[in-house]
């Protein structure tokens, strides 16, 4: 029997991290063909060339398609997903496959999963169904779910979402998150084996932070960052530690801010890309983390440390009881702050987003789907009013 071609995509640091499990079952499964194509951050220097990362994991590299352009704000994010569609259409016209795996919401993803869609190319999509209603992500998020055939969504609510938005209950499968299935199933490093690996003496008590643009305010980069830092600076007994902004608009202007700042106080440290393994170790032993991202929704609560969930980018998704979250004002962070320092660290945390055995079950479930040749593109809107 031919084997089946499955296709991953990746663009950006992060969303590698949610897929690399996915990407390692896929690479050594023989009875699949399979594509790793990278996109959007990772071939760029600016933000840490972190296809790097990908190849020193061993993964093959099948596809290249560079997106992303200088214009850091709204017009080049356009622009951006212009290129990345026009490159998409290019590479599935010579390399079509079976089934392409999407994950989140970023403009390249809404761009390639646009350009497959067109193309008759079935989605499997994960993290649909969830929302954040202060980033352009939302709207993203929820045109792929339209686009996709198959959903693998991190929680019950996000499952009820995609199914409001038409998709059929079949169709929509809630496996569990692969950020949570990385904190239990992961080997991560001890304390001074991060210290070492990132030149940073960690034996203190330090935050880890990331702060990204806030796409659906009108506050530019500069004020929210300085908003950010009078709040730290009240702690100045911390270490932080930044992972640098992605590269919606003003994501580039964000990242200089911090370089500058990192420059002028001893105390804290900036990096394009830890890459999973060592943010999930920075993680595991930071005192809070702190900013917008939602890695301090997903997965810090796994570790029992508090999360300081700053503004409105993350409103909206499921949430544990260690998460504080706090306005953009720098008196509502710093309030934050110090109730993050007066908690304890939690045993025993229950997670919405954590289920044994992710990305194994989301495998599985897509090869199944291909095997029975259940994939019917013409899709019936799955009305609940009818119900």
Known sequence: MSKYKISVVTGTRAEYGLLRNIISLLSKDESVDFRLIVTGTHLCKDYGETVNEILSDGFNVSAKIPCVQDRNDDVGMVMSAAEAMKGFAAYF????????????????????????AMLR?????????????????????HSITKMSYLHFVSNEDSRRRVIQLGEEPARV???????????????????????????????????????HPVTLEDDSPDAQ?????????????????????????????????????????????????????????????????????????????????????????????????????????????????????????????????????TSSKIVETIKNNLEEGSVNLKKRFFNIYDK
């Open 93 to 116: 016209e010579k390399d079509r496959p079976d089934m392409l795996i999407l994950l989140g919401d970023r403009y390249e993803i809404f761009a390639c999963a646009a350009a497959a």
């Open 121 to 141: 190319i079935p989605i499997a999509h994960l993290y649909g169904g969830d929302t954040t209603e202060g980033a352009i992500d939302e709207f993203f998020r």
């Open 173 to 211: 499968y809630n496996l569990g998150a692969t950020g949570a299935e990385n904190i239990v199933g992961m080997d991560l490093l001890d304390r001074d084996a991060i210290s070492r690996a990132i030149g940073v003496d960690l034996s203190g008590e330090y935050a880890l932070v990331t702060y």
């Open 225 to 357: 960052m300085r908003e950010l830092f009078s709040a730290m600076e009240q702690f100045p007994e911390l270490t932080y530690i930044f992972t640098k902004s992605n590269a919606d608009a003003n994501g580039k202007k964000i990242n200089l801010i911090i370089d500058e700042y990192a420059r002028n106080h001893s105390n804290v440290f900036a990096f394009e890309s830890l890459g999973i393994i060592k943010y999930l170790s920075a993680m595991k032993y930071a005192r809070f983390v702190i900013g917008n991202s939602s890695s301090g929704i997903y997965e810090a609560p796994l570790f029992g440390i508090p999360t300081v969930n700053i503004g409105d980018r993350q409103r909206g998704r499921l949430q544990a009881n260690t998460i504080i979250n706090s306005g953009p004002e720098a008196a509502s962070i710093r309030r934050a702050i110090s109730e993050a320092l007066k908690a304890s660290r939690k045993e025993n945390i229950s997670s919405p987003y954590y289920k044994e055995g």
